[in-house]
Every structure is written in C-alpha cells, then in structure tokens.
T-cell receptor, first 112, second 115 residues
Framework: ELKVEQNPLFLSMQEGKNYTIYCNYS?????LYWYRQDPGKSLESLFV?????AVKQEGRLMASLDTKARLSTLHITAAVHDLSATYFCAVHLKNTGNQFYFGTGTSLTVIP | GAVVSQHPSRVICKSGTSVKIECRSLDFQATTMFWYRQFPKQSLMLMATSNEGSKATYEQGVEKDKFLINHASLTLSTLTVTSAHPEDSSFYIC???????????FGSGTRLTVV
C-alpha cells in the first residue's frame, strides 16, 4: 500500500521566518506535485517535479525532489500571511494506471 | 490552458435521492479523469479513475454501485452518488490532464450535503 506522509501536519509560523515541509512516500514514483488549498476551495497547482534532483522556485516557495530518498521538500522563505493555506504533496504512479495519491496535508498558518 | 470545470459547486439533497456531478475538460481532451473525496480537514482520497469509453477503476473500499462513474466522451466525466446518505456528505473534486510540465488540473469541487 502506498503511503504519502507529510511533516508537519500543522505549522504555525511568524511572518519573515523560514520553514520546510517534508513529503515522504513509500514507493517509486514518476512525478511529484505540490498543491495549495485555501479553505473551501479546490486545489491550485504549485510545482511539478519530474526527476531526481529537480528544484523549482516560485516567489517565496521552493520545491525539491530526491527520488532515491523518496523525499520531497517545500521550503518557505520569509513567510507572509498570504501563504496561509493547506499544502499537499501528491505522488503519481504511472505504471499502475496513472494513479495519483495525496499526502496527509500540512496546514500552514502565518502569524503577523 | 488545461481548464477543468466542475458542476454544481454546491448541492443539498435529501437522503435516498441521487445526485450527479459533472466534470468537463474545457480546452483539452481527457482520456482519464480522477474523482476524489475530501472530508473536512483531511486529505484527498482517490475514489476512482474514470476512463473514456470503458469502465471506471475503483479504489479499494469504494462502492462502485453507489458511486456511478460515466466517461462517455473525451471531455466529460460524471459521478452519480446514488441513494445518498448523510455520511456521503463531503467535498468531491475531479481532476484531469497530466501533461508532463503542467501536471493535473483540478475542478473547483462540489460540496455535497445530504440531509
């Protein structure tokens, strides 16, 4: 059974601080995605990581992928209140019918 | 590009009735669409993979007779919750796409409340 675990589940941080969210998964994956979800809303795509060592950055967020360690990270730099949301990683399993599994989610609250 | 439209966004129905949710890919063809369910403050749970022109593939524990999926065209998949019960109340989200550099696009979601 595939497991996709995120750490931490809840994160409260002050504006201006840095932090990293971790995503561990239990099987070989083709691709890893990061999404943002605001309360009551659907998911917004943040990053698509396609290969080992991939690193992508957008604004204050940077995502990386280590397929050997089965680990992806989402790093937040100098957090601002607008980043408050729930962040999900998702693992794509192409060899088993294009299935797509989400992590447990990290609820981030940025405090002014 | 890669817009996925989901309708309705919110529905309230009585126990025992059926509800249909539509998921459309507006600017691309989707041979595969996915249906997820999300309970409050929880992650998304994959319910089934909808395949155009063939039967859907359901995840373990998801009742295929209760959650009917039809993918009759390359741009439309429907999820029908049959004989709905209050425990079926949830946020249902579809997704499609899967292009290498863009990933999957999600519909806006449907909030189902069964009373």
């Amino acid at each position: 059974e595939l497991k996709v675990e995120q750490n931490p589940l809840f994160l409260s941080m002050q504006e201006g601080k840095n932090y990293t969210i971790y995503c561990n998964y239990s099987t070989t994956s083709d691709r890893l995605y990061w999404y943002r979800q605001d309360p009551g809303k659907s998911l917004e795509s943040l990053f698509v990581l396609l290969s080992n060592g991939a690193v992508k950055q957008e604004g204050r967020l940077m995502a990386s992928l280590d397929t050997k360690a089965r680990l992806s990270t989402l790093h937040i730099t100098a957090a601002v209140h607008d980043l408050s949301a729930t962040y999900f990683c998702a693992v794509h399993l192409k060899n088993t019918g294009n299935q797509f599994y989400f992590g447990t989610g990290t609820s981030l609250t940025v405090i002014p | 590009g890669a817009v996925v439209s989901q309708h309705p966004s919110r529905v309230i129905c009585k126990s025992g009735t059926s509800v249909k949710i539509e998921c459309r890919s507006l600017d691309f063809q989707a041979t595969t669409m996915f249906w997820y369910r999300q309970f409050p403050k929880q992650s998304l749970m994959l319910m089934a993979t909808s395949n155009e022109g063939s039967k859907a593939t359901y995840e373990q524990g998801v009742e295929k007779d209760k959650f009917l999926i039809n993918h009759a065209s390359l741009t439309l998949s429907t999820l029908t919750v049959t004989s709905a019960h209050p425990e079926d109340s949830s946020f249902y989200i579809c997704s499609a796409g899967g292009r290498p550099n863009y990933g999957y696009t999600f519909g806006s979601g449907t909030r189902l409340t069964v009373v």
